[in-house]
């Protein structure tokens, strides 16, 4: 790891997805992401890279679907009204398995909403928002230091998979600096080296003739026997990812705990402070922090469900959309109890403390 | 024994999707023989589109992409971008390019991308069944535009090639003609000339290809054509717009 820098959590994404081998980047301008956008606009041309500033995000998404196809590591990203608008594309590129990587800063919602930090967006990244049966692998960041570490996760899970991967973040883990370290910059020989495993379907030169090939890039199936087994076989994709992708934290939990809260990115980095308020003053309460919103940490919840704990509380930025999976996860066991914080604004630890003690 | 004609190797033998009459058939074959004589198969890779001709994926011999509605000119960018060392091709129908997908012919063609379009008028939305499209002549009936083409309602149709011609960028645009065997042979000289400069990554060529369809239209294959002749052309007139290659040749 490189030595710690000061840097937005915009930049960091971006300099730590071209050190992991990001060379295409197509994106148009949107707050709170556009230092992003910026910096990719700055640097790749430094490191033989490609920016194309898209007409829109319709088009951006699109430059994307076409690089993947290409079978090279290919990035955009947006902030919530754009990302809607890449929804089309995004489920053109889970139906045709291509492998790249879209970022969202989200702001506050719906329509044009406002430019501060919101989690509204929940549901669109982790339920669909596409049209389709289909699922994106979704990484909720909570740090500057975690948002870049997921570039090349993304980018990792994305070509072990041939899935879209989604960086779920807001506009304050974008906006905000923090100190962070980056890992080695892939060479060139490194990043073709990840990209050979494309070879076998990607477009690319017939080299080898006479084996001739013809790949295509395509979700279209019009034979309804034939987009069956093609639905089915993205199915046992998402199984095996739900298999080994699960991903979270857990923040003082242990067998006294009165009450478990579930949160992730920005929301949860506040009810980590109200705990250990809280914890001063003799109040156990633990946090499970999913990581990755897609595939869901189900059983992470299930498991603290011990006698000692009386509620599980929810805090999102957001009306409540997580909740719904908590309260699934949950099964009726206990109360599932929500805080929401809308309009781009976000709670205190005072509001969180509030919250958790009257559910005492 | 001396072969005169056969199926260009740049086409599979997937046996075409189209109707009695319809022109796709012929543009696929001119495109496929441009890319055979310039030997531009083994690193040509095109998109196609959403319309009749969404199959195309299936009927060019190259690696091939099937793209959303419109969006073709934005996956070829990325295509293109992505590996500066092969050719890339779109092939869209009016609906497509002209209704849909303005923003991305639009940019495109501005960006002066380095790819052929190939855009195929017919005047009407095939493969839905008949809709009006941005190119429906005034006055023609088709299934919502039922009371013929209303132009203080929905105005006129576009002329593409005019329309990019007010760019700077493109380097080569043209509209040929599939309405006779005379025009076919132009055609394919237009297409070839595109496909060489294409090779060449000269810029960004634009073909326009004025066809029929007999099927949506509700006229015989053969009054198509007269239909057309009489009725798209003085429109959509058949010419030269830009040739960048010859104006460097003076
Ligand atoms: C987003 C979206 N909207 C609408 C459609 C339905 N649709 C399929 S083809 C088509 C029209 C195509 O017409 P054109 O581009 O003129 O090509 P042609 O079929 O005449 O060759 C439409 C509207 C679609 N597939 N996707």
Redesign the interface.
């Known amino acids: 790891m490189s030595e710690k820098v000061l840097m937005k959590g915009n930049e960091a994404v971006a300099e730590a997805a071209i050190r992991a081998g990001c060379r295409?980047y197509?994106a148009y301008p949107i707050t709170p992401q556009s230092e992003l956008i910026e910096y990719m606009a700055k640097m790749l041309p430094k490191v033989k890279g490609?920016f194309?500033q898209?007409?829109?995000e319709?088009?951006?998404i699109?430059?994307?679907?076409?690089?993947?196809?290409?079978g090279?590591r290919?990035m955009t990203s947006s902030s919530s009204p754009g990302i809607s608008l890449k929804m089309?594309?995004i489920s053109?590129l889970a139906g045709?398995n291509l492998p790249s990587v879209i970022i969202n800063v989200q702001r506050g919602g719906p329509g044009l909403g406002d430019i501060q930090p919101a989690q509204g967006d929940y549901f669109q990244a982790t339920k669909g928002g596409g049209h389709g049966d289909y699922r994106l692998i979704v990484l909720a960041p909570n740090s500057v230091q975690e948002f870049a570490d997921m570039a090349s996760e993304a980018f990792d899970l994305a070509d072990k998979y041939r899935i879209p991967v989604m960086i779920l973040s807001d506009g304050l883990l974008g906006q905000m600096m923090e100190p962070v370290s980056f890992k080695p910059t892939l060479t060139a020989e490194e990043i073709a080296e990840k990209e050979k495993i494309h070879l076998d379907w990607c477009?690319?030169?017939?080299?080898d003739?006479p084996n001739?090939?013809?790949?295509?890039?395509?979700?279209?199936e019009i034979d309804p026997n034939v987009l069956e087994t093609h639905v089915l076989d993205l199915e046992k994709k998402y199984k095996l990812i739900t298999e080994n992708e699960i991903k979270f934290e857990e923040y003082n939990i242990n067998d006294d705990n009165q009450i478990v809260c579930v949160a992730y990115g920005t929301a949860s980095r506040i009810v980590k402070s109200a705990i250990d308020q809280l914890s001063e003053k003799g109040i156990n309460v633990g946090l499970i922090r999913p990581i990755n919103v897609w595939p869901y940490p189900s059983n992470a919840i299930k498991n603290v469900l011990h006698k000692k704990v009386k509620k599980v509380i929810t805090f999102e930025l957001n009306l409540g959309q997580m909740v719904e999976d908590v309260r699934l996860a949950v099964n009726g066991q206990i109360p599932v109890e929500f805080l929401g914080k809308v309009g781009g604004l976000v709670f205190s630890p005072d509001e969180v403390i509030k919250k958790i003690e009257d559910n005492l | 024994m001396k072969v005169i004609a056969k199926r260009p190797d740049s086409l599979?033998d997937v046996q075409f999707t189209y109707c009695p009459g319809c022109l796709h058939g012929v543009a696929h074959r001119i495109i496929a023989e441009a890319m055979d004589e310039l030997d531009m198969?083994?690193?040509t890779?095109g998109?196609a589109p959403v319309g009749c001709s969404?199959f195309a994926?299936?009927f060019f011999?190259?690696?091939?992409?099937?793209?959303?509605h419109g969006?073709a000119p934005?996956?070829?960018?990325?295509?293109?971008?992505?590996?500066p060392?092969?050719h890339v091709f779109t092939y869209q129908g009016d609906g497509d390019l002209a209704a849909i997908g303005t923003?991305?012919i639009?940019?495109a063609a501005n960006?002066g991308e380095k790819m052929t379009v190939f855009f195929v008028n017919n005047a009407i939305y095939g493969m839905t069944g008949g809709q009006m499209a941005p190119t429906t002549l005034p006055g023609m009936k088709t299934t919502t535009s039922p009371y013929g083409r209303n132009t203080d309602d929905i105005g006129f149709p576009i002329r593409v090639c005019e329309m990019l011609n007010t760019f700077v960028a493109p380097y080569y645009i043209e509209r040929v003609s599939l309405l006779t065997p005379q025009d076919i042979l132009k055609a394919k000289k237009a297409v070839k000339k595109a496909m060489q400069y294409n090779k060449e990554n000269r810029g960004f060529t634009f073909i326009e290809l004025i066809s029929t369809c007999p099927t949506n239209w509700g006229i015989d294959p053969i009054e198509s054509l007269t239909w057309a002749k009489e009725n798209m052309l003085p429109f959509f007139k058949v010419q030269n717009f830009r040739d960048k290659g010859a104006e460097a040749g003076k």
Request: charge should be negative; aromatic fraction near 6%.
């Open positions: 295409l197509f490609t194309v898209a007409e829109s319709v088009a951006a699109n430059m994307v679907y076409g690089a993947a196809g290409c090279k290919v089309e594309g053109y045709a477009m690319r030169p017939n080299e003739e001739h090939h013809h790949h295509e890039i395509n979700s279209l | 599979t198969r083994n690193n890779m998109v969404v994926y299936k011999d190259c690696d091939m992409a099937e793209a959303a969006r934005a996956v070829a960018t990325g295509m293109k971008r992505a590996r060392d092969m923003a991305e639009v940019h960006r």
